[in-house]
């Protein structure tokens, strides 16, 4: 007849995190999100994903690569994919959420007119694409109101560099019926000072948009939490 296990030997054979989702729900539920570190925050996402296991030094793994929370809510598949223990289904569960931040900052940014609304706009940007690792190019096309008709990644480049064609930003500016644009690009250094090429592009852009009537209102450059209008610098 075997002998009945002791409550220590039970204790022994469970996992060193068994009740610590549990505990960390309560934590959640009773003291408020702001209660929760950073990493408390990723590891409860990364439990829908995982539904065994433990999910912090995934979590505190990926905080570290990408520097913050906001960073991993920023990173694209290819980086996440380099996190140890991140696999695609956790993956899949991040860009998720970062899908639903991006459709609710955009919500307040479509609510009124995008000049009246300027924090609402970086706040988008940074969303969007502020903690990208490679520079990323899009346009923000404006109606006569200076209303959000729509935002589209025309180009997508190296880590320092995004080709943009002149020619194609006022093709398609005139495919929409845009009035203005906004032009927005990322730094990754997270250094948003405009670079020379930077100038040079956005002038080249202005001078083709100028026969058709169009106006270019600004170009921002986001990165790592922190923008620069090139209106606001005196550069366009």
């Known amino acids: 007849m075997a002998k009945p296990r002791s409550d220590k030997k039970e204790a022994a054979d469970k996992p060193h995190f068994h009740g610590h989702r549990d505990r960390l729900r309560a934590k959640l539920l009773t003291a408020g999100p702001e209660a929760l570190a950073d990493y408390e925050v990723l590891e409860f996402l990364l439990f829908s994903a995982q539904p065994r296991g433990d999910m912090k030094p995934v979590a505190k793994a990926a905080i570290a690569r990408f520097g913050s929370l906001a960073g991993v809510l920023g990173a694209d598949k290819e980086a996440l994919a ?26 307040r940014v479509t609510e009124r007119p995008v000049l009246a609304s300027w924090q609402a706009l970086i706040d988008y940007c940074n969303a969007a694409q502020g903690f990208s690792e490679v520079e990323e190019f899009r346009l923000l096309f404006l109606d006569r109101k200076n209303a959000l008709i729509a935002d589209e990644r025309q180009q997508r480049g190296t880590v320092d560099h995004t080709p943009v064609y002149p020619r194609e930003v006022v093709k398609r500016a005139l495919d929409l019926g845009a009035s203005a644009l906004i032009l927005l690009h990322n730094h990754p250094s997270g250094d948003t000072t405009p670079s020379r090429a930077d100038i040079d592009m956005t002038l ?26 090139m209106k606001n610098l005196g550069l366009i």
């Not at 289904?89 to 998720?96: D, E, K, P």
């Not at 948009?209 to 923008?227: E, F, M, Q, T, Y």
């Open 82 to 107: 380099t996190v140890p223990g991140m696999g695609e289904v956790s993956a899949a569960a991040i860009l998720a959420v970062r899908a639903a931040s991006l459709h609710l900052v955009r919500a």
């Open 204 to 229: 080249a852009i202005m001078q083709a948009l100028k026969p058709v009537g169009i106006a270019l209102h600004d170009h921002v450059i986001v990165g790592r939490g922190r923008h620069a209008s």
